[in-house]
C-alpha cells in the first residue's frame, strides 16, 4: 500500500486541511514554504492517466478550494504542481498516487519548489491551525 492510502486509511497521521467523500488535502512534510499543502483522491490511482474524469474533477475542485481559501488568509497567490508517470524519475512525480501540491506564495518570500527531506524543525500543528478549511 503506497503512503498515501496509508494516510487515507489512517495508518499514518496528517496535519489535515480538508477531507470531503473523495479527496483529503493535507500540509506536506517536506514542504518548501509555509502551508505546502498536498490534495489526492481518497482511492488510489496512480496518476492522472488512470484515473476516471469524476474523480479528477473531485481533486481539481478542491485543489481550487483549498487555494481560494489560502488566498483570503493573505497570500499573494497560490502555485499548483502535479507530476504525472515515470514514478520516482522521469517527471518526478515521488509517489505513485495522484496528488496537486498547492503552493501558498508569498510574494516577499523565496520561492522553492521540491523539497527532498522532512521539514522537522516546522511546527505543522500551528500551521494546522492557520489553514485547515
Ligand atoms: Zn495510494
Redesign the pocket.
Known amino acids: 500500500?503506497?503512503i498515501?492510502?496509508e494516510i487515507?486509511k489512517g495508518e499514518k497521521s496528517c496535519h489535515k486541511i480538508y477531507e470531503d467523500d473523495l479527496t483529503l488535502a493535507f500540509l506536506n512534510i517536506k514542504q518548501t514554504c509555509e502551508g505546502m499543502t498536498v490534495v489526492i483522491p481518497k482511492s488510489?490511482y496512480k496518476n492522472m492517466f488512470d484515473c476516471p474524469p469524476d474523480i479528477y474533477d473531485a481533486v481539481v475542485k478542491t485543489a481550487v478550494k483549498v487555494s481560494k481559501h489560502y488566498k483570503s488568509l493573505g497570500y499573494d497567490g497560490i502555485s499548483i504542481l502535479s507530476n504525472n508517470g515515470n514514478t520516482p524519475v522521469g517527471t518526478g512525480q515521488s509517489i505513485?498516487?495522484l496528488h496537486f501540491q498547492i503552493f501558498p506564495r508569498d510574494s516577499k518570500k523565496p520561492f522553492v519548489l521540491i523539497n527532498q527531506t522532512p521539514n522537522l524543525e516546522r511546527d505543522f500543528n500551528a500551521e494546522q491551525k492557520k489553514f485547515a478549511l
Request: charged share 0%; with cysteine; glycine share 0%.
Open positions: 500500500m503506497c498515501f492510502c487515507v488510489h505513485a498516487h
